[in-house]
């Protein structure tokens, strides 16, 4: 078994703290687990991106079409990396656009969203959620991560149990969040299934 | 705490290092911070506080003022009888070099470990450079890892040898090895607290005879490495059939070992986990087994030279592939896309090069919203002329490279700013404006301000104090109230240390106050001779630990002309045009810094109530 999925963003959205939860959930559910991330310079607003591997891996970096899924935070960040998906597999994003500070600067151009959902479209299955409405009914932005794993979960990608993620997550947070944590989970987890069965 | 736990754990491969030389029983850690091998140092200063908290740390750390100064404190441990361990990125260890070279010859008592975290594709460094080098350059042993549970192994490992050897012993890793995540099973921590005994008389001053003495010696040395790496388990064979080889290390190996599950290739690996020296004698078995062997090392031909010369001395007729082969180069680091290409081509398999990456605007790292430093260089720009020359140096700043400031025109190094100022402002009849942090001014700039004072070079030092180390993740530097383990520290004043080497023109302003600081830079520019400003704020980033009520700022749409001054010099990421074209703050964003207001020519830009 070999399961790999890429969790992409902008610096500052939680996507390695996601990526961390997800890595420590899978060793909790059993499977050996690799994972890579970038710190530093590349950090700072800049796009982040982290491979989480399960199963019989060695690399934590991925090939191209390779992997089950994209995890994106923002819709550009899932083009960015599209690559890299399996044409089987899934694109999960958030639609809500962050514009790269140079693009107001007139360097580069980002596209229209819809433009950008219709290309993943052609390479394989898209599944677009409004993770920060779903976060801020939560009661914060910042459980946006949890959101998104939640979603992902419903997928059935990963084979980890729902108690089991839930429980890294609660022992990766201070108790205060436990609650927005959990409803955020939660809605995440509804929006897929009440996508219906995409996958 | 993760990495105090035991079973198994996910511990990232720097903090695998750190949790190694915790069951080592580490006395003493050192180290200067540097991207990617800063949470080696960082996960040992969290542990010395946290225990420290609890009552005596059972292991002293130090945030070290550079490379240089951390290698020789723990050399010196070392020959106290105690087990050291120094981190650096492959750059810092150029640093420390003048002390490594000449403490190869001297050899160590109790173990050490030094770290270099190398950067192929250079993610975060100024240079690629192959550290694998210096193990050739200073006759040092080295190991390298694949994985956060080697990284762990071979820091104990590490240790040992050091110590059977009297020798430093070097640990490489890469990017791909300090940043990745693995499984790690984690054994009883042995930590306990001593001091050491220097014993006089050793051969330990390098005077000219000592040291024509200690050369042979390290050489001799260094053969009992190659018996040790002959018969160590981190260079070990995987026999998948066939009779062609793989010879593989660090990052390379992992890619390796999973084309050959993917594409069901039939080969023997060779996995080189002690690189230096090089288990000659296994090496030479290997190869006699072998019709031909591949190479996969990322980086220089290193290993690839020295297994061709063990074949051409030893006669043996095996056909040896590496760089220039496949898709092989000698630069960037290697990626599973292209080992697994070139390991078709090798096996005469058919691959398909997959999936066309897609165009999407770039999103490189800018200075956040709020950074102090966005302030310093709007105004400087204000009042610089056209062709000034912005020498800088290494940290966030250096990101004023980007558009609209554009405030970075030559770096080598750290330090590198002032050294280079002294060299434009002779060479030239322009203004030169030299940027550097405070961490880094500690690092290598304080030598190079004392070369420009005494010399009396004509330019401007601008000295971008924002209380920290934050590029590498806000570490204390001897600036700061505390040091590495949460003890008080001794804080130098930059201002007192400037003008006590003589700086006759020093300013300190807080570049939130734009007018102020224009005109302390435009008094520094018209000094003749050497000026510094020492800009001081602290990083956003810090100030948003200790966050209080902020006040956070929009625009009056009644009062903006949309000129996008604040978009497109001022350019803080939390201004955006909206649909219809009207610019706005993004109040997530904003910090509330409150230097944009003085820069609105139409006071359009308020506090929200």
């Not at chain 2, 050491?196 to 040395?221: C, D, N, Q, Y």
Request: overall charge negative; proline content about 5%; aromatic content about 8%.
């Amino acid at each position: 078994m070999k399961k790999s999925v890429i969790i992409a963003g902008v610096g500052g959205q939680g996507v390695i703290t996601a990526a961390n939860i997800l890595a420590r959930a899978s060793l909790k559910a059993g499977h050996n687990v690799v994972t890579s991330e970038l710190h530093g310079m590349a950090q700072r607003g800049g796009n982040v991106e982290c491979n989480v591997r399960i199963g019989n891996v060695y690399s934590p970096m991925v090939r191209r079409e390779s992997v089950e899924a994209i995890i994106s935070f923002e819709p550009l960040e899932a083009l960015r990396n599209l690559h890299k998906v399996k044409r089987d597999g899934v694109v999960l994003t958030d639609v809500n656009p962050i514009i790269p500070p140079l693009i107001s600067l007139g360097i580069g151009d980002y596209p229209p969203v819809e433009k950008i959902f219709e290309e993943i479209e052609e390479h394989c299955t898209l599944i677009k959620i409004n993770a920060d409405e779903l976060a801020r009914k939560a009661g914060s932005i910042l459980t946006k991560n949890i959101v998104m794993l939640g979603a992902f979960h419903a997928l059935g990608i990963f084979p980890i149990e729902e108690e089991t993620l839930l429980e890294t997550i609660r022992e990766s947070f201070h108790e205060r969040y436990a609650e927005a944590n959990a409803m955020a989970f939660k809605l995440g987890k509804e929006a897929i299934e009440s996508v219906g069965d995409m996958h | 705490m993760e990495l105090l736990g035991e079973g198994k754990k996910v511990l990232l491969g720097n903090e695998a290092i750190a949790r190694g030389a915790l069951e080592a029983d580490v006395d003493v850690a050192t180290t200067y911070p540097g991207t990617p091998s800063s949470e080696i140092a960082d996960s040992l200063s969290a542990v010395a506080r946290k225990m420290g908290e609890k009552g005596e740390a059972p292991f002293y750390f130090q945030y070290s003022v550079n490379e240089k100064v951390a290698l020789e404190f723990a050399a010196a441990a070392s020959h106290a009888g105690l087990r050291a361990l120094t981190c650096m990125k492959h750059v810092g260890v150029n640093v420390a070099s003048d002390a490594l070279m000449t403490y190869a010859y001297i050899g160590c008592r109790g173990g050490h470990v030094i770290v270099t975290a190398d950067d192929p594709s250079c993610h975060s460094s100024q240079n690629e450079q192959d550290n694998r080098y210096y193990a050739r350059f200073a006759s040092l042993p080295m190991l390298e890892p694949s994985s956060p549970q080697e990284a762990k192994e071979m820091t104990i490992e590490a240790f040992e040898i050091s110590e059977k050897l009297e020798l430093p012993v070097l640990l490489r890793t890469t990017t791909r090895i300090s940043h990745a995540r693995g499984v790690v099973e984690l054994k009883p921590l042995k930590m306990t607290s001593k001091k050491g005994k220097f014993e006089k008389g050793g051969l330990t001053v390098t005077v000219p005879e000592v040291a024509r003495k200690l050369h042979p010696m390290l050489l001799e040395k260094m053969e009992r490495a190659r018996e040790l790496s002959n018969g160590s388990r981190f260079n070990f064979i995987e026999d998948f059939g066939g009779e062609d080889g793989i010879i593989a290390s660090g990052a390379a190996y992992n890619y390796a070992r999973e084309a050959v599950d993917d594409m069901g290739l039939k080969c023997r690996i060779f996995k080189i986990g002690m690189s230096y020296p090089l288990p000659e004698k296994k090496i030479i078995d290997f190869l006699k087994e072998c019709r031909r062997v591949i190479i996969l090392e990322e980086l220089e031909p290193i290993m690839e030279r020295e297994i061709r010369e063990i074949a051409q001395r030893n006669d043996i007729g095996v056909e040896i592939y590496g760089k220039g082969f496949g898709k092989l180069e000698r630069y960037y680091e290697y990626t599973p896309d292209i080992v697994y290409a070139t390991l078709a081509e090798f096996f005469n398999l058919e691959w398909k090069y997959e999936g066309d990456v897609r165009e999407a605007a770039p999103r490189p790292p800018v200075l956040c919203p709020g950074c102090p430093h966005r302030a310093t260089y709007y105004a400087v720009k204000k009042v610089a002329p056209k062709d000034t020359i912005y020498p800088t140096d290494i940290g966030c700043y250096t990101l004023g490279l980007l558009p609209p400031y554009k405030t970075a025109d030559f770096l080598l190094c750290m330090g590198s700013s002032i050294g280079s100022g002294c060299g434009f402002a002779y060479s030239t009849e322009q203004k030169v404006v030299a940027f550097i942090g405070d961490s880094t001014f500690y690092h290598a700039g304080l030598p190079a301000l004392v070369n420009a004072v005494h010399h009396n070079h004509n330019f401007v030092v601008v000295i971008l104090d924002n209380f920290t180390t934050a590029m590498t993740g806000h570490q204390p530097h001897p600036g700061t109230l505390l040091d590495g383990m949460g003890y008080e520290a001794v804080p130098m004043d930059i201002e007192k240390v400037v003008r006590g080497i003589g700086v006759k023109h020093v300013e300190v302003v807080d570049p939130r106050n734009l007018q102020e600081t224009m005109e302390a830079m435009r008094r520094a520019m018209d000094f003749e001779g050497l000026s510094v400003v020492i800009s001081r704020a602290p990083c956003i980033l810090l100030k948003s630990k200790t966050k209080k009520e902020r006040e956070i700022y929009q625009i009056n749409q009644e009062k903006c002309r949309k000129c996008d001054v604040c978009i497109t010099r001022f350019a803080c990421p939390a201004f955006y045009h909206d649909e219809g074209g009207n610019v706005r703050i993004n109040e997530a964003l904003c910090t509330g810094c409150g230097v944009c207001p003085q820069i609105c020519p139409f006071d359009a830009i308020e506090v929200k109530k």
